[in-house]
C-alpha cells in the first residue's frame, strides 16, 4: 500500500481512544524494525523523517526506503517530516512523497508560527498531506532549564485554541513538561494542562520527547486525549546497546548483517512494546487510511 495519510490514522484513533506510535528512522535496519513491529503488532504506524536523518541518509534515499517499506508493508504507514524547519522543505518533503510533513514553528512569534504553519498548510491540503505543527517550545534534557522556566515554555490552552483555527493544522505537538533525549530524573506532565488543550481544542493532539516517560503517565496522556506519540531516543538506545552488548561478549564478529541484524530485533522489541502500551496493537484494519 502507498503512504497512508496521518490524518486519517489519528481520526481513528481519536474515535477508538489510541495514539499511533510515530518512530524515527535514519536507515535500513531501523525502518525494517519499526515495520516489523507494526506488522508483529497488527498497528498502523507513522515513520518519520528528522532533520538529523535527513542529513545523515538523504531525503531521496530515506524518502525511497520508507516508500518500499509502506508498499510491502501489510499495515498501514504514514510518512511524516518531523520537526521541519521551513517552508522550503516542507515543499521538498511533499514533492518526495511524504504523507505528512511537520512545521516547527515553535521558536518563533506567535503570530510567524501560525503564518507559517498556515502557508504549508494551504500548499500541502492541495495535494492531501496532512501538517502538524507545535505550540509552546518542547527542549531537550540537556537544555539546562529550571522548572519554572520549562513552565513558561509549556502550551497555553487558550493560544492554542487561537492558534488551530489561525493557522489550519490538522494536529498539534504540545508542550506538557516532556523533553527530547535522555531524562536525567523522571519527567512530571502537566496532566491538568493536557485536559485544558484537549478541553479548548478539536485536533489530534501530539507528544513528543515520550521516550523515557513512565508507562504510567503515557496511559493517563492518551486517556487525556493524545493521539500520535513520537519516540526516537529509546530506539537509538536499544540500538546502541545492542552493539555494545554483541561486540563485547564476541570479539570474532565481524559481519555487519549479524551486528546490525542483532540490533533490529532489539529495535523491533522496543517499537513492539510502545504500539503496545499505546493501545494501537491490532487496529490495523480499523485504521485503514486512504493512500496517497
Ligand atoms: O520528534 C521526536 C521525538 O519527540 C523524540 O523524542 O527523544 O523522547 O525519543 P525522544
Ligand atoms: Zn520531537
Same mark, same amino acid.
Given at each position: 500500500m502507498a503512504f497512508v495519510a496521518v490524518s486519517d490514522l489519528l481520526r481513528a484513533a481519536d474515535a477508538d481512544g489510541y495514539a499511533v506510535g510515530a518512530f524515527n528512522l535514519n536507515n535500513l535496519e531501523i525502518l525494517q524494525a519499526i515495520i516489523a513491529a507494526a506488522e508483529a503488532e497488527q498497528a +498502523?504506524? $507513522? $515513520?518519520?523523517a528528522t532533520q538529523g536523518g535527513i542529513k545523515y541518509g538523504g531525503l531521496d534515499y530515506i524518502a525511497a526506503m520508507a516508500r518500499v517499506a509502506a508498499e510491502e508493508a501489510r499495515v498501514p504507514v504514514a !510518512?511524516? !517530516?518531523d520537526h521541519g524547519t521551513s517552508f522550503e522543505q516542507a /515543499?521538498?518533503?511533499?514533492? &518526495?512523497?511524504? =504523507?505528512?510533513v511537520m512545521v516547527d514553528g515553535s521558536k518563533l512569534p506567535f503570530d510567524e508560527n501560525a &503564518?507559517?504553519? %498556515? %502557508?504549508v498548510v494551504d500548499v &500541502?491540503? *492541495? /495535494?492531501g498531506v496532512s501538517v502538524e505543527? @507545535? !505550540?509552546g517550545k518542547i527542549g531537550g534534557t540537556e537544555d539546562n532549564i529550571t522548572v519554572s522556566q520549562r513552565e513558561a515554555l509549556m502550551t497555553d490552552p487558550e493560544e492554542a485554541a487561537e492558534f488551530v483555527a489561525? =493557522?489550519?493544522a490538522d494536529a498539534l505537538a504540545v508542550s506538557i513538561g516532556t523533553a527530547h533525549g535522555v531524562y536525567q530524573g523522571e519527567p512530571k506532565l502537566d496532566f *491538568?494542562?493536557?485536559? @485544558?488543550?484537549?478541553?479548548? /481544542? =478539536?485536533? +489530534? !493532539? /501530539?507528544?513528543?520527547? *515520550?521516550s523515557g516517560v513512565p508507562d504510567g503517565s503515557i496511559r493517563e496522556a492518551v486517556r487525556l486525549g493524545i493521539r500520535k506519540i513520537n519516540i526516537d531516543t529509546e530506539i537509538r538506545l536499544a540500538f546502541a546497546g545492542s552493539l555494545r552488548e554483541l561486540l563485547a561478549r564476541d570479539a570474532g564478529v565481524y559481519d555487519p548483517r549479524e551486528i546490525l541484524g542483532t540490533a533490529r530485533e532489539a529495535m523491533q522489541k522496543v517499537v513492539q512494546e510502545k504500539i503496545r502500551l499505546f493501545g494501537a496493537s491490532g487496529k490495523a484494519r480499523s485504521a485503514g487510511g486512504a493512500g496517497r
Open positions: +498502523p504506524v $507513522i $515513520i518519520q !510518512l511524516n !517530516l /515543499v521538498r518533503c511533499i514533492k &518526495a512523497g511524504f =504523507s505528512a &503564518a507559517l504553519v %498556515k %502557508k &500541502a491540503h *492541495a /495535494v505543527a @507545535e !505550540l489561525r =493557522s489550519g *491538568a494542562r493536557l485536559q @485544558e488543550i484537549a478541553r479548548a /481544542v =478539536s485536533i +489530534p !493532539l /501530539v507528544l513528543h520527547g *515520550a
